[in-house]
């Protein structure tokens, strides 16, 4: 697209939704920045068969060069629905571009669509901060880096959410070209630190009843489930860094390097669970989490419920 050809098939997968929507909106603007109300279809996978699709793929644009038809949640498809459309992507219409987002795709298929296929994830923790002050900018404001620390240390690496609390703040302090570390403090939707704290120590205590009480705090506060993961498993991978460090002979400055993490109580707190997890056992943590993961993107259970079963599985010996 860069070079002035387009594609005919894009795959925008991961686990980042504001670089996916980012990268799915670059792609519609500048394809069809036209009648686009006349060319461009969108379906979600679990309502629309392959053969819908493809027909829509074989018809041609109307008044315009070109249309697109977007797939989203294309990774409920199965593996004999993502075959279904091998014969098109090898004889694709030169006038459609077929866009499929997805949180993940099989490796046979990545393998099938090669080139057209684009992998956006989460950035490290160090890039974090250059996010933060680069998503602020297109907002029309500046961020202080103390605001920008504490957003990090808030939401993580979630750039969606880091948009999400950003839009926020820019709607909050109007006119103003800065956003200040008490508008974050004011608006910025988190469940508390100490709050996650408490259930890992619970996990790492194995005391199943009072990890099941925190998870039901922070289910109380409204945080959508997949953000609710995402924070325990950030937490956990903090502390299997951490154990790491430990491990080498490190101390908290050590950690403090490793993580990119500048809060003195989130690092002292972090070093004392940590000497409570075995490596092996914060490993399979890890993996638990990995598991939990894809049942909430495909299990019809409810929520809560898998949630948790999760707890469960991390707070009994095993």
Same mark, same amino acid.
């Given at each position: &697209?860069?070079?002035?050809?387009?594609? #005919?098939?894009?795959?925008?997968?991961?686990?980042?939704?504001?670089?996916?929507?980012?990268?799915?909106?670059?792609? =519609?603007?500048?394809?069809?920045?036209?009648?686009?109300?006349? @060319?461009?279809?969108?379906?979600?996978?679990?309502?629309? #068969?392959?053969?819908?699709?493809? @027909?829509?793929? @074989?018809?041609?644009?109307? &008044?315009?060069?070109?249309?697109?038809?977007?797939?989203?949640?294309?990774?409920?498809?199965?593996?004999?629905?993502?075959?279904?459309?091998?014969?098109?992507?090898?004889?694709?219409? #030169?006038?459609?571009?077929? !866009?499929? +987002?997805?949180?993940?795709?099989t490796a046979e298929f990545l393998r099938e669509v090669k080139d057209g296929a684009f992998h956006l994830e989460r950035p490290p923790q160090k890039e =974090?901060? #250059?996010? +933060?002050?680069?998503?602020?900018?297109?907002?029309?404001?500046?961020?202080?880096?103390?605001?920008?620390?504490?957003?990090?240390?808030?939401?993580?690496?979630?750039?969606?959410?880091?948009?999400?609390?950003?839009?926020?703040?820019?709607?909050?302090?109007?006119?103003?070209?800065? !956003?200040?570390?008490?508008? =974050?403090?004011?608006?910025?939707?988190?469940?508390?630190?100490?709050?996650?704290?408490?259930?890992?120590?619970?996990?790492?205590?194995?005391?199943?009843?009072?990890?099941?009480?925190?998870?039901?705090?922070?289910?109380?506060?409204?945080?959508?489930?997949?953000? +609710?993961?995402g924070m325990i498993s950030r937490q956990f991978r903090h502390l299997l860094m951490t154990k790491e460090v430990l491990t080498h002979g490190g101390g908290?400055?050590?950690?403090?390097?490793?993580?990119?993490?500048?809060?003195?109580?989130?690092?002292?707190?972090?070093?004392?669970?940590?000497?409570?997890?075995?490596?092996?056992?914060?490993?399979?943590? +890890?993996?638990?989490?990995?598991?939990?993961?894809?049942?909430?993107?495909?299990?019809?259970?409810?929520?809560?419920?898998?949630?948790?079963?999760l707890i469960i599985k991390l707070a009994t010996p095993s």
């Open positions: &697209m860069a070079k002035g050809r387009a594609r #005919p098939f894009y795959l925008l997968y991961g686990d980042e939704g504001y670089l996916v929507e980012r990268a799915q909106a670059r792609i =519609v603007d500048t394809l069809l920045p036209q009648l686009r109300e006349l @060319n461009y279809t969108s379906y979600d996978a679990g309502q629309a #068969p392959p053969s819908e699709v493809i @027909n829509a793929c @074989n018809t041609l644009p109307c &008044m315009a060069q070109r249309r697109i038809v977007l797939v989203k949640n294309a990774h409920q498809y199965s593996k004999s629905d993502l075959k279904s459309f091998s014969p098109y992507l090898q004889s694709p219409s #030169p006038t459609t571009s077929l !866009i499929f +987002i997805a949180a993940e795709m =974090v901060i #250059p996010w +933060i002050r680069t998503i602020a900018q297109e907002l029309g404001k500046e961020i202080t880096a103390e605001a920008a620390g504490y957003l990090q240390e808030a939401v993580g690496r979630d750039l969606q959410g880091i948009y999400h609390e950003l839009s926020k703040a820019s709607l909050y302090i109007g006119e103003r070209a800065r !956003i200040e570390l008490q508008d =974050v403090e004011r608006l910025v939707s988190e469940v508390r630190v100490t709050t996650i704290f408490d259930l890992t120590k619970a996990i790492g205590d194995r005391d199943l009843k009072r990890a099941l009480r925190a998870l039901e705090r922070i289910w109380e506060s409204g945080e959508p489930p997949l953000k +609710i993961l908290t400055e050590e950690v403090k390097k490793e993580l990119g993490i500048s809060n003195p109580y989130y690092l002292r707190e972090l070093t004392a669970q940590a000497k409570g997890f075995s490596p092996a056992s914060l490993q399979r943590a +890890i993996k638990t989490l990995w598991q939990a993961d894809l049942k909430l993107k495909r299990s019809s259970l409810p929520r809560r419920l898998l949630l948790e079963g």
